[in-house]
């Protein structure tokens, strides 16, 4: 993380996304950065609370000042035009000085029609596509392979 990278990792539910994610930001962590994880629906809540209780501006410092952000189920809840804009604010603060991980089910060429500002999403887009790696996982549900694994408690007699 010497240099600011932005990863995108996509691929369908239960694949490993935010598992990949996560242990990447713990060996960031390990490496001595600073690390937040965040499902992005939950940012989204958490920014529309701090301008109402006066503390966005320092919620958003905090975020340009992570090492690395992660961003959980981006687009799994559409994103309104004021969140779109708030989410630009905060890539285009970040985008070429603090690497950012954005997990998602959805292909990177379906990102744009998840927002609703088309224009904050074509400048979303144009500074995260340039500026980030591209990971598509594939394969089934690493729940759905446990499950099949494991034995059925009825099966045991339990």
């Known amino acids: 993380m010497d ?4 990863l995108i990792i ?27 994880y965040v499902r992005t629906s ?17 919620l958003m410092a905090n975020l340009r000042r992570l090492d690395l952000l992660i ?3 981006f687009g799994l809840s559409p994103v309104s035009v004021s969140s779109s804009r708030e989410l630009l604010e905060i890539i285009d603060a970040r985008v070429d000085l603090r690497s950012t991980i954005f ?18 999403a074509d400048a979303i887009m144009d500074r995260i596509i340039h500026a980030s790696r591209v990971i598509e996982l594939t394969g089934e549900s690493m729940r759905k392979l446990k499950a099949r694994d494991e034995p059925n408690q009825d099966e045991e007699g339990g």
Do not use: W
């Not at 240099?3 to 932005?6: D, P, Q």
């Not at 996560?22 to 060996?27: F, K, T």
């Open 103 to 120: 997990l998602s089910q959805f292909p990177v060429a379906q990102f744009h029609a998840l927002m609703e500002d088309k224009t904050a």
């Open 10 to 36: 996509t691929g369908p539910t239960g694949v490993g996304k935010t598992y990949l994610g996560c242990a990447l930001g713990m060996e960031a962590i390990r490496q001595e950065y600073s690390v937040r």
């Open 71 to 73: 961003l959980d189920d």
């Open 42 to 58: 939950d940012l989204i809540e958490r920014l529309t609370l701090a301008r109402a209780d006066g503390s966005y501006r320092s």
């Open 3 to 6: 240099r600011a990278n932005g």
